[in-house]
């Protein structure tokens, strides 16, 4: 993971980690410390240091937003609305990309659990979000159209070193032009694969790093009508075992 271009943890003074572990209490209904650290399944004393240090991990938010679609922007500054849907609804003003939620230097992208529909050709994704990533705006404005960008994640062992099965990585979904030896994401039919791209004349070659396992595939023609290329992988993380 590069440095800087993800926010891991909200580094804040005492009394903003005071004013989100109280937005957290309030979304969860519970008054003690106690009970906040067994709903976030975490130990008592890691609620003290979070206090102590100034310093929530984003790990909590990002639960919270999964088990309870709590709105991250609202968690961290106070502004609009607990809950996402209702954000949705009701406070269009702090949507600056469709589908991303932006605070101060971060833009929230979705990490989706997306299946590709070559009928309307479009990624499916708008009611299966897994959580929200917060990114530097600035990091994302040099690597692409920020509106236009989703967290996948990624599934068997086909990109191994590269890529391993359940990394995450970032598409922007306006690059579809091919690069030869670059990564995309490519739909097949309705499912989604994320392979190195080459072109020879009339056909495009899916490549996988594991090649041993899974040699490279040519799609011709003829047989390249359901599929598409969705986007080029500009960024990719792996969670430390």
Known sequence: ??????????????????????RIKTVLAVKTQ?????????GKQSITDAKKRGRIPADWLMRLGRLKD?????????????????????????????????????????????KWSPDQDTLESDHDIESYYAFRRE???????????????????????????????????????????????????????????????GIIVLISDNRLLYPPIDIEPDNSANVRIIGRVVWMAREAM
């Open 139 to 201: 990091w994302l404005k040099g690597k692409g159209q920020i509106a236009h960008m989703r967290l996948l994640r990624v599934t068997g062992e086909s990109m191994v070193p590269t890529l391993r099965d359940d990394d995450i990585v970032l598409v922007d979904l306006s690059q579809t032009d091919i690069l030869t030896g670059k990564i995309f994401a490519v739909g097949i039919d309705d499912e989604i694969c994320i392979k190195r791209l080459d072109k020879k004349p």
């Open 1 to 22: 993971m590069k440095k800087n271009s993800t926010h891991k943890t909200y580094y804040t003074d005492g009394n903003a980690v005071d004013d989100i572990l109280g």
């Open 34 to 42: 106690t009970e906040l650290a067994r709903l976030l399944d975490v």
């Open 70 to 114: 709590v709105n991250p922007v609202w968690l961290e500054t106070g502004q609009g609305t607990p809950f996402l849907h209702a954000e949705k609804q009701h406070v269009t003003g702090l949507m600056e990309y469709p589908g991303h939620y932006h605070s101060n230097d971060f833009i929230y992208i979705p990490l989706v659990k997306a």
